[in-house]
């Protein structure tokens, strides 16, 4: 009997998609490179799942025999080389119009070469996110694929019944687009959890550091507000995980190396972002921050160096609700920043990504899945040419009634040593747009002293550029 579909790589997520799959009525075939000295994953998934409708092989030959044409082969390997080594050796072995799909994390740039690669060498080629971790991928993902046109004709009712569904039961899955664009937004998804991990963790300390609260009761206002505007999966998650103790009665959290790692996505993103010349400021600082944490000799021989100054009153005035509205104020302005980075790339590589179709694909089965989501969603549906969320009127309200909060926490926070990165660029971000007459009048003069790099006026038409003899007018003072 032919497959359905086949899945290349076993580890966590490939082993969930391919056990969601067949759980769906499909038969599934899969297969392992091997690899010397390490665990046979083609024999545990047999000894496991042998008597389900699966076919697991060891040879990539037999692999692709065992699928049904045309071939459906989706690559849950590692993303880089690994991609390209995969794909070298299975060319050889298809058919015209059989269909690669990459799900794993990989740089939409690749993606692109890899598509046209492909399709000239008459094969289909689809790169999709997928996003929800072990049990997304088990139980239902949020998936974004984009590629081939024709490749989603075949593909698109399979991952369709895989993913997960919104509570208005619409299936979190969108066929994104042309070329890249469906890795590209996951990658930009992945940036804005990078946000979101980091401003939790930042209220999280604030919370312990300046307003002396311990684990359990913040885990407490945690909970609670989950229930609230803030609901999501992330904030439902610390909270259980700072509840959590171990077999000694200590919190679990408080024994967890302060050394924060990641795969690469919000570095993609923030590289993108700087291609685009789009202000990224608070995931860049997201990622900043995960590579500080990870300098661990440095920070000790920095902290021996400079120790905390004694503070008189470890309690500080300053409420969780103050915290909470701060911690959505700098929520709105990440994701506005993740939002203006795919409308930017979307202008440009003509994509016409839906970014309203994005925000909902994110609700259910995504890491970042939150009630947030559909409030976005709204914005960019009333206004499908809205150039920045914070001009929509419900975030603007937002923004208006949670700034000064964010202030007080974020000032209170450096104020007491407590590193807040991403809180205080999100107030920087929020500044930057709004003033107007800014210091960079001063460094264009700068540029144009030093270069002649000339200056455009306030009093003038955009687009009409000045140069002043900046050392003339310094020999006149002298001479004065």
């Not at 044409?69 to 050889?92: F, H, S, T, Y």
């Not at 740039?109 to 996003?131: A, H, W």
């Not at 990870?294 to 005035?317: F, G, M």
């Not at 202008?347 to 694909?361: E, H, Q």
Request: aromatic share 8%.
């Amino acid at each position: 009997m032919e497959s359905d579909i086949g899945v290349i790589g076993l580890g966590v997520m490939g082993t969930s998609l391919a056990r969601n799959i067949e759980s769906r009525g499909y038969r599934v075939s899969v297969f392992n490179r091997p690899h010397s000295g390490k665990e046979d994953k083609i024999g545990a998934f047999k000894s496991k799942f042998g008597k389900s409708n699966f076919f697991a092989t060891d040879n990539l030959e037999k692999f692709v025999q065992s699928l049904s044409k045309p071939r459906k082969i989706l690559l849950m390997v590692k993303a880089g080389a690994p991609v390209d080594e995969v794909i070298g050796e299975l060319v050889p072995m298809l058919s015209k119009s059989d269909i690669i799909i990459d799900g794993g994390n990989s740089d939409f740039q690749d993606t692109q070469r890899r598509l046209k690669l492909l399709e000239e060498k008459g094969l289909l080629y689809v790169g999709m996110g997928i996003s929800g971790g072990e049990k997304g991928a088990l139980n239902g993902p949020s998936i974004m694929a984009s590629g081939s046109a024709r490749a989603w004709e075949e593909i698109g009712k399979i991952f369709l019944a895989i993913a997960a569904r919104a509570d208005d039961g619409a299936p979190c899955c969108l066929w994104t687009g042309p070329e890249g664009s469906g890795h590209f937004v996951k990658t930009v998804h992945n940036a804005i959890e990078y946000g979101d991990m980091q401003l939790i963790g930042e209220a999280y300390f604030i919370l312990k550091k300046c307003a002396g609260l311990d684990n359990g009761e913040i885990s407490d206002i945690f909970d609670e507000w989950n229930r609230g505007k803030l609901g999501g999966y992330l904030l439902e998650i610390t909270s259980k995980i700072l509840s959590a103790k171990a077999p000694d009665g200590e919190y679990i959290v408080d024994k967890i190396l302060d050394c924060a790692s990641q795969k690469g996505t919000g570095k993609f993103a923030l590289k993108t972002a700087v291609d685009e010349n789009v202000p990224f400021g608070l995931i860049a600082q997201a990622v900043f921050a995960r590579f500080a944490s990870a300098r661990l000799q440095e920070r000790e021989k920095a902290a021996k160096l400079y120790p905390d100054s004694p503070a008189a009153n470890p309690r500080a005035e300053i409420s969780p609700s103050d915290i909470e509205d701060a911690l959505y104020a700098s929520k709105i302005m990440s994701y506005a920043q993740g939002f203006a980075l795919m409308r930017s790339v979307s202008i440009r590589r003509k994509w016409n990504l839906d970014l309203a179709a994005v925000a909902r694909v994110w609700r259910n089965g995504s890491i970042i899945r939150s009630v947030f989501l559909d409030r976005i969603a709204r914005a960019y549906e009333s206004d499908t040419e809205l150039e920045n969320m914070i001009f929509d009127d419900y975030f603007a309200d937002a923004m208006r009634g949670g700034i000064e909060r964010l202030r007080k926490a974020a000032s209170l926070a450096m104020a007491r040593g407590c590193p807040v990165p991403c809180m205080a660029a999100a107030l920087s971000a929020f500044d930057s747009m709004r003033t107007l007459n800014s210091s960079a009048a001063l460094i264009q003069a700068q540029r144009d002293y030093f270069g002649a790099h000339t200056y455009e006026r306030i009093d003038s038409p955009r687009g009409e550029f000045f140069h002043t003899d900046w050392a003339s007018l310094e020999a006149e003072k002298t001479e004065e």
